[in-house]
C-alpha cells in the first residue's frame, strides 16, 4: 500500500480537499478591513520602491539646486544636503529598504523553522541545547546585536540581513518547536512514524502544512521589525553607504537641515512609517482573522 | 534554557504533595543559575564579534594607512597575540571587577568615560520606564472600563499606530513639532555642557523620555487592558457586583490587582527593549549616554568601548528579566506558599 495513501486513513483532521488550510485563511482574511488597507499600503509602498527610479525626474546623485533649498518646479519636494533632489532620491532610496528587510525576515524564518523543527522533533538534549542558544541570542538587544558585529566586520549588506535574520529567529523557533512538539503527540503522527514513514515525509505532510497558519502572523510581526531595524540602522550611518540613496541614510543626511527643508528629512520619514503601518495592518488583519477576536499585540 | 513563573505553576500542580519552599528555592536557585549562564554567553558572544573573528582585527582598525609596527603595537596592545582562550579568560576576568581596559580613541580607561554616560542613561530609562508604567494603567484600565466603546477604541488606535511605527521616526516628528519646525519650545538636541552635572538642564530629557514613552506604553497598555478585562469577567467579581459595590471600587479593588503579574512582566519586556531603543533615541538627540558611547566607539573603532558598552547593555535587559521572574514568584501566592 502506498504511504501517501495510508497516510490519510489515519485520522488526520478532515480539511477542504481542495486548498490548504491557510490559503483559505489568507482569502478569508482579504474580507478583513485591516488587511485590505495593509496590502493596499503595502503593495503601494513596494511599487514605489521597486518601480521609483523609472519616475525619478533626475538622477539620485545629479546637483540640482543649492543645498536644502525649499520645494520648486525643479525639485517638487526641494532639494538636500548637497542639493540632489529629494524627490528622486526617495524614489530610489526605498528599493535597499525593502530588499533587505524581506531578506533577513526569509532568512530568519527560514531559520526559526529549522531550528524549532529540530528540536521539537529530537527529543534529546539537542533541544534544550538549540533553545538555549535560542535564549542567548533574544537575551541581546535586536540593535545592539547587529552593532556588535558591524563594528569589525564593517556594514556589509549580506552581514546585516544575516544578523538581523538571526535576531528574529528565535521567537520563530520558539513558534514552530511548540506547534511541532503539540503535533507529534497526536495520533496521526505516531502512526505514521509506526509505518515507518520517513521524518522528512512526515515533516512535509503533517507538520509544516499546520505551521503555516502561526508562522504567518509571526511573519508578518517579523516584517515590520525587520523595516526598524534596518531603517534604524541606515539611519545610524551603519548599513547602506552613501552616495547610495536609502530611506534610513538620507534622514541621517539631512537632519541638520530639518529647519530650511524640512521635507528632505519628513519624506524618507513618512515613506518609513507607511511602509511599516502597511505591513502591521496586514499582520493584525491576519492575526484577527486567525483568532477570531482582537489580537494582544507583541512586545515592542 | 529559560525557566518561566508558568514552569513552576505547572511544575506545583503536577506534582505529588513536596515541600513547597524548597521546591520554591531550588527553583530560583535555579532561575539564578540560568541568568549567569546567560550573562556568559553573553560575553562570549561579543568577545567573539569584536576581537576573535578570522583576521586580524588590528589591521582592520587602522585601515589600509596602518604601518606593520603600529598593526604590531596594536595587535599587542589588544592581546591579539595570545591565545583566543586565554584572551576572554583575561577580558572576561576584568570585566566581572569592573575594569574594561583602556580607550583606543583616547587612552583613558573605558570606566571613566562610560560613567557618566551610563548614569545619564540610567536616568534616562528611569524616567521613561516609570511614565510608561503610569500611562499604561491609566490607558488600561480606562480601556477596559469603556471596552467597546469610543475610548476603547481610540486607545487601541494610538497604540497600534505607535506599534507600527519605528522609534526614531517618532523621535524626528517630536523634534519638528516641538523643536524646530512647528514649535520651537524644547530642545532639539540633548546638550549638556562641559562638566555639567545630569540635572544641570531638565529640558533636554523632555523629548527624548517622550519618545520612549510613547514607544513604550503600548504594548503595557494591552496588557493591563487584557488582564483587567478578564478580571471583570471572573467569577469574584460577579460576586462583588452582588454585594452591591460600586463599580469603581471593583475595579481598583479586585479587578486591577489582577494586571499586576502581566505588568511585571509587560514591564520587563518594555525595559529590554529600552536597552536597545536608546542607542537610536539618544543618536537622534546626541544625548550623551551609554548608546551613543556605542554608536561612537563603532565609528572609530574603538574595540574596548564597543565591548563595554554592549555588554552592559545585553546584560541589562538578562538581569531585568531575571528580577521580573522572581518578582512574579513572589507577588503570585499561588506560587508563593506553592499551595
Known sequence: ?300 | MSVSAQDLAQLELASAPVVPRQRRNLWVLRRVLVGLATLVALSIVIFAATQALPGNAAKEILGHNGTPAEVATLTHQLGLDRPVVSQYLSWAGHAVTGNFGSSLANREPVTTLLDPAILKSAILLFLSATISLIVAFALGVLAAARRDRAVDHAINAFSFFFTAVPEFVIALWLVMLFGTTVFKILPAVSLFPPGAGAFSDPQVYVLPVATLVLATVPYLTRLVRGSMIDAMESQYVRMARYKGLSERRILVRHALPNALVPAIQGMAQNLGYLAGGIVVIEYVFGFPGIGTALTQAIGVRDIPVVQASSLILASFYVVVNLIADLLVVFVTPRLRTGG
Open chain 1, 1 to 300: 500500500m502506498e504511504a501517501g495513501v495510508a497516510l490519510s486513513e489515519l485520522g488526520r483532521p478532515t480539511q477542504d480537499a481542495s486548498r490548504p488550510v491557510w490559503v483559505q485563511l489568507l482569502l478569508r482574511s482579504l474580507h478583513q478591513r485591516h488587511m485590505q488597507i495593509g496590502l493596499a499600503l503595502t503593495l503601494f509602498m513596494i511599487a514605489l520602491a521597486v518601480l521609483g527610479p523609472l519616475f525619478a525626474p533626475h538622477s539620485p546623485s545629479a546637483f540640482v539646486a543649492a543645498p536644502f533649498s525649499t520645494p520648486s518646479a525643479q525639485a517638487p519636494l526641494g532639494t538636500d544636503y548637497l542639493g540632489d533632489d529629494v524627490l528622486s532620491r526617495v524614489l530610489n532610496g526605498g528599493a535597499s529598504v525593502v530588499a533587505l528587510s524581506f531578506a533577513a525576515t526569509a532568512f530568519g524564518v527560514l531559520l526559526g523553522v529549522i531550528v524549532g523543527l529540530i528540536a521539537g522533533y529530537s527529543r534529546s538534549f539537542v533541544d534544550d541545547a538549540l533553545m538555549g542558544v535560542s535564549d542567548v541570542v533574544l537575551s541581546f538587544p535586536q540593535i545592539v546585536l547587529v552593532l556588535v558585529f558591524v563594528s569589525i566586520l564593517g556594514p556589509k549588506l549580506w552581514l546585516i540581513v544575516v544578523v538581523v535574520g538571526l535576531s528574529h529567529s528565535p521567537r520563530v523557533a520558539r513558534l514552530t518547536r511548540s506547534v511541532t512538539l503539540e503535533l507529534i503527540k497526536r495520533e496521526y503522527v505516531e502512526s505514521a512514524e509506526l509505518l515507518g514513514i520517513s521524518r522528512r515525509r512526515i515533516f512535509v505532510q503533517e507538520i509544516l502544512p499546520n505551521l503555516v497558519t502561526p508562522l504567518l502572523v509571526e511573519t508578518g510581526l517579523r516584517l515590520t521589525w525587520s523595516i526598524g531595524v534596518i531603517a534604524a540602522l541606515s539611519f545610524l550611518g551603519f548599513g547602506i553607504q552613501a552616495p547610495h540613496a536609502d530611506w534610513g541614510l538620507m534622514i541621517n543626511e539631512n537632519r541638520s537641515g530639518l529647519t530650511q527643508n524640512v521635507w528632505s528629512v519628513m519624506a524618507p520619514i513618512m515613506c518609513i512609517a507607511l511602509f511599516t503601518i502597511g505591513t502591521n495592518l496586514m499582520t493584525e488583519g491576519l492575526s484577527r482573522t486567525v483568532t477570531g477576536i482582537d489580537s494582544t499585540g507583541e512586545a515592542p
